[in-house]
């Protein structure tokens, strides 16, 4: 078992004597002892945030199709979370390699975003039969590396060798974790605290600690920060605080990496739990007002859209019916429009003309033959944040 100290962060133990010798972190069980100080700033930042995701719930109700701007907004942060850890695929990329129906095998890169997007789908519709647990987690995680080139590293196991962060090795390291058999007494006592009544403490601010202590662990040899960050959203959805897994952090953290290991590293080397919930729910805040700008705008779009299409005359059916199915595949051709909405191609041809006429659609490759055709307004306003 684990001995408690009297210290609030944790304890460095020496793992290592000699040139090579190192230490590691062994952060304290949870929850924090003593317990959060609920000052005036942090209680007035967790209304904030509070209302902030109230407003983003009740924003995605007036979407004509709320799932198809979860579809997006998924896909958007599956791309942001993978850019944190250094993989160079974009939103663009992503769609036009979902929407192809090519066998070729895809970039490495574009894979790994895939496989997230893949695991989050199913950790999220795990949620209404399985509570977040270690089996969950150890479940997304598998398939988040599956085939990729974090294949080799143990996918859904908890890690039986030391890891470390930045430097070449332990030695050297910014951060070393727990060492890898404490791992499963951490994650058990990380669940259990997952567990945790709601009336402990606020579902927004239990989720912050939840991650940050998943982070600190570092229980896999690969994938820690992107298993982490789902586990916010994953929280606040069997928590019910969300409706709709509409609130990823990746983007928050991206813009403000120094200022989040900082907050994290506080936690380690000071235990000030504190310094990082308000950090955290000012990104809570601010990501979910981004988010639901981002729901309002799509929203007038549509309308804006439609209204012109309205206008087109004897090709404004064909045309709506392009236009609904661009906000789930923004990207196209006359031939995938053709069997989409199951018309000749110079039905399908006649379609992508009235839109790009209208504004709606921009041509993208070029190309003379098989051109291919972007809704660039839409994507405008989903790919903010994610450019390379």
């Known amino acids: 078992m684990l001995k408690q100290t ?27 002892e003593p317990p ?10 967790l209304e904030k945030a509070n209302r902030a995701l109230g407003r983003l719930d009740g924003a995605t109700y007036m979407l004509p199709n709320e799932e198809l701007f979860l579809y997006m907004f998924v896909r958007k942060e599956a791309v942001l979370s993978s850019q944190i850890e250094g993989t160079q695929a974009s939103l663009a990329e992503l769609l036009e390699y979902e929407q192809q129906s090519s066998e070729d095998h895809p970039r490495e890169d574009i894979k790994e975003v895939s496989n ?10 795990r ?13 997304i995680h598998n398939l988040l590396l599956a ?14 060798s030391q890891n470390w962060i930045g430097g070449t090795r332990p030695g050297d390291a910014q951060f070393v974790p727990p060492p890898p058999h404490l791992i499963l007494e951490l994650m058990s006592n990380l669940e259990k605290f997952i567990h945790h009544p709601p009336d402990m403490m606020p579902s927004v601010i239990k989720a912050g600690i939840a991650h940050a202590q998943f982070e ?3 229980p896999f040899l690969d994938g820690n920060g992107r298993i982490g960050r789902l586990l916010i959203t994953l929280m606040l959805c069997q928590e019910k605080v969300l409706e709709k897994p509409l609130l990823y952090l990746s983007l928050f953290f991206k813009k403000n990496r120094p200022a989040y290991y900082e907050a994290l590293n506080a936690i380690r080397q000071h235990g000030d739990w ?26 007038n779009l549509q309308i804006s859209h439609q209204e012109r299409v309205a206008q087109l005359g004897r090709g404004a059916h064909t045309a709506r019916q392009l236009l609904d199915r661009l906000y789930q595949f923004p990207f196209i051709t006359v031939n995938q429009a053709a069997e989409a909405l199951r018309v000749s191609a110079p039905t399908a041809r006649l379609a992508i003309n009235n839109l790009e006429k209208s504004g709606i659609l921009k041509e993208i490759s ?19 944040g994610t450019e390379l």
């Open 127 to 139: 949620l209404a039969k399985l509570p977040i647990s270690i089996r969950l987690i150890r479940g």
């Open 274 to 299: 504190e310094g990082w919930i308000k950090f955290y729910l000012r990104g809570i805040f601010e990501v979910s007002q981004q988010a639901t700008e981002a729901a309002r705008s799509i929203f």
């Open 216 to 218: 600190t662990i570092h």
């Open 6 to 32: 009297s210290q609030r962060a944790g304890q460095v133990i020496v793992q290592q004597q000699g040139p090579e010798g190192f230490s590691a972190f062994i952060p304290r069980l949870l929850p924090p």
């Open 116 to 125: 997230y997007v893949k695991a989050m789908y199913w950790g999220l519709e």
């Open 147 to 160: 085939e990729t080139r974090g294949g080799q590293r143990s996918p859904g196991e908890f890690r039986k």
């Open 366 to 384: 070029g190309k003379l033959r098989d051109r291919q055709y972007e809704y660039q307004p839409y994507l405008d306003i989903i790919r903010e």
């Open 36 to 45: 959060l100080q609920f000052d005036t700033e942090m209680q007035h930042l």
